[in-house]
């Protein structure tokens, strides 16, 4: 089952980047990146948005709704 922790992952992995250049593009903490990634906690709307943005892909499909 697909979880939007396993597409952040993904969508990181696809540009190359560890956890911690993601959270530093993104100004946020590395651990706040490791839980999304491990689905401990959902990402905000507004933390949603900024993923949309810099991944350039749908909130649909970040949040399993799409493929």
């Known amino acids: 089952m697909e ?3 396993k597409r952040l ?3 990181r992995k ?3 980047l560890t956890q911690v ?3 530093e593009e993104l100004k946020i903490d590395k651990s706040t990146i490791a839980k999304y990634e ?3 906690i ?3 709307i507004s933390m949603l948005k900024a993923f949309v ?3 350039k892909v749908s909130a649909d499909y970040i949040l399993c ?3």
Request: glycine share 8%; hydrophobic share 25%; aromatic share 8%.
């Open 3 to 5: 979880t939007i922790g």
């Open 9 to 11: 992952k993904e969508l």
């Open 14 to 16: 696809e540009k190359g």
């Open 21 to 23: 250049q993601l959270a």
């Open 38 to 40: 491990t689905d401990k």
């Open 42 to 44: 959902e990402p905000s």
């Open 53 to 55: 943005k810099y991944f």
């Open 65 to 67: 709704i799409t493929d």
